[in-house]
């Protein structure tokens, strides 16, 4: 279903009027014969809708590019500071992705560029330093690439929705709380976490008073005109007038961040071009300061740096990046996929994950020729393509060409902005990814995968990489649990072949898989129930109807169990075993020590119960 721009009702949840249209994307893509075209498109998923690009196409794309780059150039502005880099990095950032992705992506709506989440990871990762963050997006780009092309990105299963919900959740925390020093004006030396809370709040005396108007003041703005944009919903009985000002508050609502940015920056101009004596810039506020004026030259990163008098190598680089050649190619490929998926979903269109992950590579591997840091998909900026009506990942190719344009003319008007209104739009952003409707649903569905979520949560405020590896290995762990402690039922039934001697059968019922965990488990648990029905029971029955996965050591097992059971004078019958569980057992047991029937009443009905 297409999505009509007068139709946007939130970023997250677009309301639309109804319609029946069907999405472009999911049209057939062009037929062709030839071999090598058909070849040629799996590699280049552009090719299968640049034959049908259209003036309709071309408008929709302008406008969704357009939106997203208003969105983005303040947004790379403010998480260069979470970067700990030039905020010009922020800018370098943003442009290169949108023309790779446009000719490797699958997705139409997804747009790569700096977000909050990566920007804490190369604040970690990076040093603070441009050329150890450009190596690392070289150097992760590369990973993503190979990933990719050897079909890995089934790794990612392994980081549940509990672990990525800590780690976002966290991280959230850990961002907002790190622009709250941009709020009051004050600085701090500390990078961690739990220390720069604790030099904040000591350097609350020495807060400049302006910048806390002007951050306040922002953050407020930002989160009514982000309230405002629900009420943007088009009806049918809607009047023209109606239709106009719906329009235009969505308009006002998207570009919320720039017209914030822009206003407070234009107001610390007035003000210095005023020379008010009582309020002199810088002197009141804590502008940006000085921007590297122009594009970035288009050069190989740096493999080795300057530092005074000495040459660090480019093995002393790597060290230094150290765990984060892991972490940030996979979170940043987890990033954008979740939200690649998301919103495939919500048009209706296939999302090739291998390819994608290959399309994060590449983008990565040219932003660094452009002094980039690691990119991947942004949630809030692929809202606003997708609620933009984008056509094709052609939208991109316009994000990139105004955040060009900028680089080029505006780079002196940048300045004039507020510290405390880019921390604003930080702040802004942020307070909305704190996962609260994920431990709602995990408390209201399965409490026990809350523990892998609260563990991540809490160790990443230490050390993120230890956070992730401590959920994930938890989350291994409650999932290894059932496999090596499988629920079994016990339950005795009558043996009418034994009915004058008051014999009975003993039943046990298998809720799952066998592996070879639980061999141990299973083993110790008939032996024991056997045990304590000696006398009284003439056979033990092991139920297999849910029993879909089985192994060599239960089968070795089983037949140590049926001896066990043949000195206590019971016979072991095995019932409602798929064939190949029941072959595993007739080639590693002794002819005759395990009895097969297809259920309790077959066994009956030949006499052994």
């Not at 990105?153 to 980081?159: A, D, H, K, T």
């Not at 989350?475 to 034994?498: E, G, K, N």
Request: charged fraction near 15%; glycine fraction near 6%; aromatic fraction near 10%.
């Amino acid at each position: 279903m297409s999505v009509d721009i007068n139709s946007i009702s939130s970023e997250s949840e677009p309301l639309t009027v109804k319609s029946n249209s069907n999405n472009e994307l999911k049209e057939d893509p062009i037929k062709c014969n030839g071999y090598w075209y058909t070849l040629l498109s799996k590699v280049l998923p552009c090719l299968h809708w640049m034959p049908k690009y259209n003036w309709k196409y071309l408008q929709c794309d302008v406008i969704a590019g357009i939106t997203v780059g208003l969105t983005v150039i303040p947004q790379g502005l403010a998480y260069a500071q979470i970067a700990g880099l030039p905020v010009q990095y922020g800018l370098y950032t943003a442009f290169m992705g949108g023309f790779v992705y446009c000719i490797l992506g699958t997705s139409k709506d997804v747009t790569l560029g700096p977000t909050a989440i990566m920007s804490l990871l190369v604040h970690e990762y990076g040093n603070k330093d441009p050329i150890q963050a450009v190596l690392l997006t070289l150097l992760g780009g590369c990973i993503q690439l190979a990933m990719g092309i050897f079909r890995l990105g089934f790794i990612m299963r392994y980081l549940s929705v509990p672990v990525v919900s800590g780690f976002t959740s966290a991280a959230a925390i850990t961002i907002g709380f790190g622009q709250v020093k941009h709020i009051l004006g004050v600085k701090t030396t500390s990078s961690e976490f739990i220390p720069e809370v604790i030099e904040t709040f000591r350097n609350i005396p020495q807060a400049n008073v302006w910048d806390i108007l002007v951050g306040l003041s922002c953050i407020a703005l930002l989160l009514l005109l982000k309230l405002a944009n629900r009420t943007t919903t088009v009806y049918a009985t809607d009047r023209k007038w109606q239709c106009i000002a719906k329009r235009f508050m969505w308009l006002v609502s998207t570009g919320r961040n720039a017209i914030i940015v822009i206003s407070a920056a234009a107001i610390a101009f007035a003000i210095h071009s005023q020379h008010i004596k009582s309020c002199r810039v810088p002197d009141c506020l804590t502008l940006t300061g000085n921007i590297t004026k122009g594009l970035p030259p288009f050069k190989p990163p740096e493999f080795t740096e300057k530092v005074g008098n000495t040459t660090v190598s480019t093995g002393t680089l790597v060290s230094r990046i150290g765990v984060g050649l892991a972490v940030v190619p996979l979170m940043g490929f987890l990033e954008s996929i979740a939200i690649g998926k998301a919103f495939a979903r919500k048009s209706d269109y296939n999302l090739d994950i291998n390819q994608e992950m290959i399309a994060i590579g590449v983008a990565n591997i040219f932003s660094s020729f452009v002094s980039s840091y690691t990119i991947t998909g942004s949630f809030s900026r692929t809202a606003i393509n997708y609620q933009s009506n984008v056509k094709t990942p052609a939208g991109g190719v316009f994000t990139g060409f105004l955040v060009i344009l900028g680089l080029a003319l505006l780079t002196q008007t940048f300045y004039f902005i507020p510290k405390a209104a880019l921390a604003a739009v930080i702040i802004s952003a942020v307070i909305f990814m704190i996962d609260f409707a994920t431990i709602r649903r995990l408390w209201q569905v399965n409490k026990i995968d809350l523990i892998p979520l609260a563990v991540t949560f809490l160790v990443c405020f230490w050390e993120i990489p230890y956070g992730i590896i401590a959920g994930v290995v938890l989350s291994l762990l409650l999932l290894l649990y059932p496999v090596s402690f499988p629920r079994i039922q016990v339950t005795t039934v009558s043996s009418i072949a034994d009915v004058h001697d008051n014999k009975q059968c003993l039943v046990v019922l298998v809720h799952s898989g066998l592996d070879y965990p639980s061999a141990e488990f299973v083993y110790n648990k008939v032996n024991k129930e056997a045990s304590a029905n000696h006398g009284v029971v003439s056979s033990v029955i092991l139920d297999f109807q849910h029993v879909s996965n089985f192994d060599y050591t239960v089968a070795q097992m089983m037949e140590e169990l049926s001896e066990d059971l043949k000195r206590m004078d019971m016979q072991l019958i095995v019932i409602s075993a798929y064939d190949y569980v029941r072959n595993i057992l007739v080639r590693v047991a002794e002819p005759g020590s395990i009895e097969f029937y297809k259920d309790l009443d077959e066994a009956r009905s030949v006499g052994r119960l």
